[in-house]
């Protein structure tokens, strides 16, 4: 099989992972070296289906010796099987970078023969990358579910960003959909990299020469609505991966069949991606907007595909509402929809000079559509005038209800389903 071929087949089969953003890496280029990851970082685009893809985000091999039931490179499934050897994917991606197709690499890897075996050899891509092409640019390493220490030492102290996927929100989930995993397996390496960087910090303070170990730190991913799981449950799961394991991202993918289990939704049932758009909101809120999930989610277990997150609660807290746009603190401001953390910054600063009034926080990057039912400008109120909830969230709502930003069509993820979907063979 040739290279080119190998690249198709593989990089068809990287693209249901959707953790590949690049930030957070400081990683400088060097002379005589190829790339910078702090300057450029990974060329970010977005696939149709929304999804954030680096121009090479590639599996290692795709010949599994386990049996997830959502994964297409599962081992009864029947696709072609395909896999790099570590020099041939190395060169590859140094001569991608020498003609300007990508700025880093995204490699994961279907289990081949053991965990810590297809540790060795995504490694040894990263070792021939940087130690012999001399490969600067940005790297993010899947690490294995069942990797030891040892190879994920080595992961981190070559790659930018390493991350572990905890795959389902329930461990009943895993033993059902993907029983050669467990928790256990999964979390033990997310505690290693913690540990590790805990180290690498220690280290680095007492000898400025040690070499820095994943300098953008670790993220996950979690498929969203392969089981029964509530929007509830996601939330409350990924805040403590990021309390626990101090994650820099944990992203959500929307359910996409291509087989048929029991346990699996079937095949025409679509989870809408703008659920995964709604959880991307809600993590967002928790992050920077100091939300916790139980707020989030205090009336219903699944988050409302009519309003984002922010307005829902918004909308159910009228007792906390309006505030006084001169006066309110910043964690105030945070709640109020319409108000992002740079403008509600912004309008702290800008109130020392002067009163302001909706002209002037428009300026200051505010969604007055939206602010204006939550907030008072010197006393004057420019929102509804009645207390209907139903008038406002028809104000509010951006779903597809309200004719928001994602058609009905664009609601369900975007990927030809075959006609006869292989029934997925008994897990061992
Ligand atoms: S381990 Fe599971 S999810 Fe990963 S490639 Fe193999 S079958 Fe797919």
Redesign the pocket.
Same mark, same amino acid.
């Given at each position: 099989m040739t290279t080119a071929e190998k690249l198709c087949i593989l990089g068809e089969?990287a693209r249901y992972d959707a953790s590949c953003s690049s930030s957070g890496s400081g990683r400088q280029g060097r002379s005589g070296g190829l790339g910078n990851a702090c300057m450029a970082g990974l060329c970010h685009t977005w696939a149709e289906d929304g999804r954030c893809i680096s121009l090479l985000k590639v599996?290692m091999s795709?010949d599994?010796?386990?049996?997830?039931a959502?994964?297409?490179?599962?081992?009864s499934a029947e696709t072609r099987r395909a896999s790099f050897e570590p020099r041939e994917l190395a060169e590859l991606t140094a001569e991608f970078y020498r003609r300007n197709y990508i700025e880093g690499l995204f490699l994961?890897? @279907?289990?081949v023969g053991s965990p810590d075996r297809t540790m060795e050899r995504m490694i040894a891509v990263l070792r021939l990358l940087r130690e012999e092409l001399g490969f600067c640019g940005y790297i993010h390493l899947k690490v294995?579910?069942g990797a030891g220490e040892e190879l994920v030492r080595a992961a981190g102290l070559l790659a930018d960003r390493v991350s572990v996927?905890i795959?389902l929100p329930s461990e009943n989930g895993l033993k059902l959909l @993907?029983p050669?995993?467990t928790r256990q397996r999964i979390l033990t390496p997310m505690e290693d990299i913690r540990w590790l960087k805990l180290q690498n910090a220690e280290d680095r303070r007492r000898y400025r020469g040690a070499p820095l170990f994943a300098p953008a730190g670790q993220s996950t991913q979690m498929i969203v609505g392969a089981t029964p799981d509530t929007d509830r449950k996601i939330l409350l799961l990924s805040a403590a991966l990021y309390r626990r394991y101090e994650m820099k991202r944990v992203y959500f993918s929307a359910y996409v069949p291509v087989g048929r289990h029991p346990s699996l939704p079937p095949p025409d049932a679509r989870v809408p991606l703008r659920r995964e758009h709604r959880l991307y909101q809600a993590d967002w809120l928790m992050r920077f907007y100091g939300f916790t999930a139980d707020e989030i989610t205090e009336d219903d277990d699944q988050l409302d595909l009519e309003l984002d997150p922010k307005c829902a609660w918004a909308v159910r807290h009228p007792e906390q509402f309006p505030v006084e746009v001169n006066t309110a603190d910043l964690a105030t401001l945070l709640r109020v929809p319409g108000v992002g953390v740079k403008s509600a910054r912004r309008i702290l600063a800008a109130r020392r000079a002067r009163r302001l009034d909706v002209e002037d926080v428009r300026r200051l990057g505010v969604v007055v559509k939206r602010a204006v039912f939550f907030l008072t400008f010197g006393g004057r109120f420019y929102g509804l005038k009645s207390d209907s909830r139903a008038l406002l969230r028809a104000q509010l709502g951006d779903g597809p209800a309200a004719g928001g930003q994602m058609t009905l069509e664009e609601c369900v993820p975007r990927i030809s389903v075959p006609a006869a979907l292989p029934a997925v063979g008994a897990a061992g």
């Open positions: 089969a599996l795709n599994c010796v386990f049996d997830c959502y994964c297409a490179s599962r081992r994961s890897s @279907a289990v294995i579910p996927n795959e @993907a050669q995993k």
